[in-house]
């Protein structure tokens, strides 16, 4: 097996954990306020990735800090627009203009790092997008704040990808996941304590959802994402990262939710899945 398809795996594993999590954090989210969650959540991670790699810190340097923060300033960008736009725009409206990163990353690509996307890398960024549509139900077109919002935040996860890529040719990538994860849970921290500062309520369901993602989804799976990038492409990366949603869509159907239901299949969902799906093997039958 190449080094490419075990980065290809590896991020779709990363990508499964991701959207394993959704209905975990959504049962959770009226106990504690977003930025609290996502503060603990990176603090966590932060620790845990500190203890497993504390011999790694005596090798960052001025430029990894640098590097690592501008990162974790993208993913923190990411998620804080992210949670922002919702509060002005509808649940599907935000996945579908999130999910609009797989076009920008191959553009990213081609105009920061140099690199043109090969012509099966388009036709599955152009599947996928398609499948996207039809998973989350299309965009509304009456745009609105929460829109623009949430495209910034679609910017912020694909520059994520683009410095991924540019910056682990220099640095250890585990020394660049250390700080970005780090960086991250400052920032979240300083949002949550002087910015939208509420009360938190910490109960098993809470201490066990934050538990899971912390070490699944932030530590592990982002440690994965920036390992894997140094063996395959920024739109690759960006084309495997659709399919969350996919993930998400199945793990809905199979973990109830707070009311102890779980989500039914729609064909507009079978459709998205299909196409998503079929942009990927695209990508990865070719290599």
Known sequence: M????????????????????????????DHIPTFAYLSLRFIIASIILIAVFYKKLKYINKKAVIYGCIIGLMLFGGMALQVSGLYFTSASNSAFITGLNVIMVPLFSSAILKKKPDR?????????????????????????????LTLLCAVCFALQIIFIDRYNKEQDPIILTLIQISFTALLNTV?????????????????????????????????????AQKHTTPT????????????????????????GTVESLSLNTIIGCALILAGTLICELRK
């Not at 996207?132 to 965009?139: A, V």
């Not at 993930?247 to 109830?256: K, L, Q, R």
């Open 2 to 29: 190449s080094k490419h398809l075990k980065a290809d795996l590896s991020l779709l594993l990363a990508t499964a954990i991701w959207g394993s999590s959704f209905t975990l954090i959504k049962n959770v989210i």
């Open 120 to 148: 099966s890398s388009v036709i599955g960024v152009i599947l996928a997008f398609a499948g996207l549509f039809f998973l989350t139900g299309g965009l509304d077109f009456r745009f609105n704040i929460g829109d623009f």
């Open 191 to 227: 949002v949550w304590l002087f910015i939208d500062y509420k009360p938190v309520v910490i109960n098993a369901n809470v201490a066990f959802t934050l538990f899971a993602t912390a070490v699944l989804g932030t530590a592990i799976a982002y440690l994965i994402q920036t390992v």
């Open 236 to 259: 690759h990366t960006a084309l495997i990262f659709t399919a969350e949603p996919v993930f998400a869509a199945f793990f809905a159907m199979i973990i109830p939710n707070s009311n």
